[in-house]
């Protein structure tokens, strides 16, 4: 059966890729890849269904081995990953990452916003 979306491994395992706590205007914590002096910052959007707010953190932890291994993640790391500024690193959302790489997106839930520019 064909998979249309990125799916949840049973087993798996969480290597690369750091929380990074931080004072960014859009998050306070995200998923921080680094290769030697650059970083990229990845965050996916969270929805409480008891408040009904979304907020944006860090990246599902069964997923950041399979972006940081991607055949194609150094390429994309290599154009839009850069030097801390001020604390805080270039960002993409996980969605604009696995859209980069080609690979399955997550399914995409109705509360799910997105940003209208390359640059958050």
């Known amino acids: 059966m064909m998979r249309y ?11 690369y890729g750091v929380r990074y706590v931080c004072e960014h205007p859009v998050y ?7 290769i030697g002096d650059k970083g990229l910052a990845v965050i996916q959007q969270r929805f409480d ?3 009904k707010t979304t907020w944006w953190s860090e990246v599902d932890s ?3 081995d399979d972006l940081y291994l991607h055949p194609n993640f150094k390429e994309y790391f290599d154009k839009r990953a850069g030097a801390c ?3 805080l690193y270039p960002t993409v959302t996980v969605r604009q ?4 790489l080609k690979m399955k997106p997550l399914p995409k839930a109705r509360w799910e916003t997105c940003f209208d520019r390359k640059d958050i």
Do not use: V
């Open 62 to 64: 069964w997923l950041t």
């Open 5 to 15: 979306h990125y799916e949840k491994p049973q087993i798996y395992l969480s290597m």
């Open 97 to 100: 990452l696995m859209w980069a």
């Open 28 to 34: 306070n914590s995200c998923t921080l890849f680094l």
């Open 85 to 87: 500024t001020d604390g």
């Open 49 to 51: 269904a008891r408040t």
